[in-house]
Nanobody, 125 residues
Framework: QVQLVESGGGLVQAGGSLRLSCAAS????????MGWFRQAPGKEREFVAG????????YYADSVKGRFTISRDNAKNTVYLQMNSLKPEDTAVYYC??????????????????WGQGTQVTVSS
C-alpha cells in the first residue's frame, strides 16, 4: 500500500513558477513509476508528466513540454513537478499517482494504482 500527499500548489501570476511535491509512504516507492495528472473544472483528468522508477526516463504532455520538469528522489520518497512559464490554462487540481509496474509510464489515469488527494494550482492572467 502506498499513500501519496501532494503539496506546493497555490495562486501564481502568468509567467510564474511553482514546484509541486508528492511525498509517498512505503518502503517500495523506488520500484514504482510516478505520474502527475491534472483536472480542470468540467474536464477529464489528463496526463501531465511521468517518470520511471529509476528516474532515467521522463515523459510529458505536449502542452507542458519545455515548461514542466518531473523528477524524483527515491531516498526521500518524493516526486516533484517543477512548473515554469505558467499559463492560465494550467489552472487545475494536480494529482500525483503511482503505478506498481515501475518500468512503464502510463498516460491513462485508470492505469495507475494509487492517488493523492490533489493540490490546487491557479494561474491568474
Amino acid at each position: 500500500q502506498v499513500q501519496l500527499v501532494e503539496s506546493g500548489g497555490g495562486l501564481v501570476q502568468a509567467g510564474g513558477s511553482l514546484r509541486l511535491s508528492c511525498a509517498a509512504s512505503g518502503r517500495i516507492f523506488s520500484t514504482y513509476a510516478m505520474g502527475w495528472f491534472r483536472q480542470a473544472p468540467g474536464k477529464e483528468r489528463e496526463f501531465v508528466a511521468g517518470i520511471k522508477w529509476s528516474g532515467g526516463n521522463t515523459y510529458y504532455a505536449d502542452s507542458v513540454k519545455g515548461r514542466f520538469t518531473i523528477s524524483r528522489d527515491n531516498a526521500k520518497n518524493t516526486v516533484y513537478l517543477q512548473m515554469n512559464s505558467l499559463k492560465p490554462e494550467d489552472t487545475a487540481v494536480y494529482y500525483c499517482a503511482a503505478v506498481r509496474r515501475g518500468y512503464l509510464v502510463p498516460t491513462r489515469y485508470f492505469d495507475y494504482d494509487y492517488w493523492g488527494q490533489g493540490t490546487q494550482v491557479t494561474v491568474s492572467s
